[in-house]
């Protein structure tokens, strides 16, 4: 099994390949709209239109699973990424990614990159307490934690990082830099 053995969902109900992207740089990640995290809209767009030419693709998955942050139907996060963000990249329907209605892409990431940790600083030191006042022993699973987590996929389809929705976007630019 492979990231190109599996597809993902666009609002107009279509299945778009993984295999499509085949020979790319990929960042899949999981979005919302109204999330403290929503900002990274901003440096994962600068990075499409830098590195797009050079082979990088986004994968944007709305998702509503974390405290509702993402309400809204396709086409209002659609027009909302548009007008605030000015996203130029894909966005994909929403849709699970953790549970018994996971996309099976979501799955296979977490397979390939577990949880590792939400890092140093205030934010990692909120985002944890949070998590383990609902389960002690979510940092043992591998599961999405949070909006924008990310994860990276080489050329040749190998999920070579995730990135905790706490991590610098200088680090995750840094990441597909190297693989560009």
């Known amino acids: 099994m492979s990231i190109y053995d599996f597809?993902?969902?666009?609002?107009?109900?279509?299945?778009?390949?993984?295999?499509d992207y085949e020979g790319k740089v990929i960042l899949i990640v999981n979005t919302a709209t109204g999330c403290g995290f929503t900002p990274h809209y901003k440096p994962i767009e600068q990075m499409y239109e830098d590195l797009h030419d050079k082979g990088f693709?986004?994968?944007d998955v709305p998702c509503n699973q974390f405290a509702d942050q993402t309400p809204g139907t396709d086409e209002e996060?659609?027009?909302f990424c548009q007008l605030k963000y000015k996203t130029q990249f894909p966005?994909?329907?929403?849709?699970?990614?953790?549970?018994?209605?996971?996309?099976?892409?979501f799955k296979y990431l977490q397979e390939q990159k577990g949880f590792e940790g939400f890092g140093k600083g205030p934010t990692a030191l909120v985002m944890s307490k949070m998590l383990a006042k609902s389960d002690k022993d979510y940092a043992?699973?591998?599961?999405i934690k949070w909006n924008f987590t990310k994860f990276i996929v080489d050329r040749s389809g190998?999920?070579?990082a995730r990135f905790e929705p706490t991590a610098d976007m200088k680090d995750?630019?840094?990441c597909v830099e190297s693989l560009i």
């Open 57 to 59: 693709e986004v994968i």
């Open 7 to 19: 597809t993902v969902p666009t609002p107009k109900g279509e299945e778009i390949s993984l295999k």
């Open 140 to 143: 043992s699973k591998p599961d």
């Open 91 to 105: 966005q994909m329907k929403k849709s699970d990614v953790n549970g018994e209605n996971a996309l099976p892409l």
């Open 158 to 160: 190998n999920v070579v």
């Open 172 to 174: 995750v630019r840094k």
């Open 77 to 79: 996060i659609h027009e």
